[in-house]
């Protein structure tokens, strides 16, 4: 589990890793992150692709969204890939 930040609430929001897989395309190969993205209280799926440097945040909507912002936690995700924090 990832502590990623504080909601509006001041509850720890955090990344839950539940699994990964790697996909061969071309001469690259795309990296998938499946898990749970919540306060303790709001949960959201959450999908990360990581392909060349970028990574794509993918999740659903939630009650999550109103104690912390979005977009936020789309960069923090992607940094957390990106620096190879989630294991």
Do not use: C, P, W
């Amino acid at each position: 589990m990832i502590y990623l930040t504080n909601d509006a609430l001041d509850q720890a929001v955090y990344f839950e890793l539940r699994g990964r897989e790697s996909r061969k395309q071309g001469s690259s190969a795309e990296q998938l992150y499946f898990g749970l993205l919540g306060n303790g209280i709001h949960e959201v799926a959450v999908t990360l692709k990581s392909l060349r440097g970028s990574v794509e945040v993918v999740f659903g909507r939630s009650d999550l969204f109103n104690f912390v912002e979005e977009d936020v936690l789309r960069r923090m995700l992607g940094e957390a890939v990106k620096t190879e924090t989630v294991h």
